[in-house]
């Protein structure tokens, strides 16, 4: 790894927030961390990086935070959040093209050695993911395009966006499509949540009101895989220090249905719950999973820790939390 100056953004955020810990884990000496929102609601705050609130759709924010000697660049900001977010926030989530598109001008202009974009699974074409038995998604779904509308127009755009600065201006760009991350210090409630979250905040509601019903959208048949989120950092930093010049799935090839996510959550807790089907709430695609076959290739590893392991952190993560808020 460069021993150079690295800006992460996105940094208050949940995976910037543990890049930040495995950068400095990893032995980088020096970390710009920068994140729109005010410190006060960042999940983790790092003493030993530079902490800077800015808002990186603008250029003069996105020169600010490369400034004094930025090498590398990781750029995780975005306007996201599970499915109830994005398919309710289209506008929003395209918004982030501002991002993108102004880091990679900063970047250019600073000459940035190395960028990093975080893209998604929901640049996936949406025909390919009818079935719950999805066999996984290989790079090549992509295309013909037809994305996560909104968001993973977004995406796929901003992917394209790498791929020709690094071919017109010659930015090291490396681009991984994120397949749904989990884990502690991270949303778990207020709309932006994506499933793992979601479960085991309504499960532990559970335990803590004695109420036993919970609510699942779709019918729970739907079929995901989930990566935990020190499977992504080591992944992000892996193909940042790889020669691998497209974008690449980084996800689990754990392909799980909302049901049995339940399931697991469930035996977690030591409660069994009545469920109740919501059909008409945000569900996404039918069935979705990562093809590792070309990381494998390439680096020769891919994801591996399992549901069950990183269930437990997280729901133990999000217990904390929640008793303690109901505690105050
Ligand atoms: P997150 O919402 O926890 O973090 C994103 C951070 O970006 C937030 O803290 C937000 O405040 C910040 N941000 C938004 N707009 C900004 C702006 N204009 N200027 C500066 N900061 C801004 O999300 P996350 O789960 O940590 O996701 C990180 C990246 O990974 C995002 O690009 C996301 O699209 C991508 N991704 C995540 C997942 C996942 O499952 N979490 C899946 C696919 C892709």
Redesign the pocket.
Known sequence: MSNGKVLV?????????HLVQYLKDKGVSEIVA????PFS???QVHNYSENKV?????LD?CEESVKDGVEVVY???????GMGFIENNKALCML?V??NTHMLEAARHAGISKFFY?????VYNGEKQQDVNNPGLKEEDAYPALAEDG?GWE?LFSERMCRHFMEDFGITCRVA??????GPF??YDGG?E?APAAMCRKVINSKMTGDLNIEIWGDGEQTRSF?YVDD?TSGIDKIMESHIEYPINLGSAEMVSINQLVDIVEDIAGIKLNRSYNLGAPKGVRGRSSDNTLIKKELGWEPSISLREGMEKTYAWIYDQMTAKATV
């Open positions: 953004t996105g940094a208050g955020g949940f995976i910037g927030g920068v994140d729109k929102k609601e960042w999940y800015l808002d990186l759709q603008y924010a750029n995780l900001a975005a306007d996201m959040g982030s501002l991002i975080a893209s998604s699974a929901c968001y995406k499509r994120f397949h749904n991350v989990y991270g949303t932006r994506k990566m992504c």
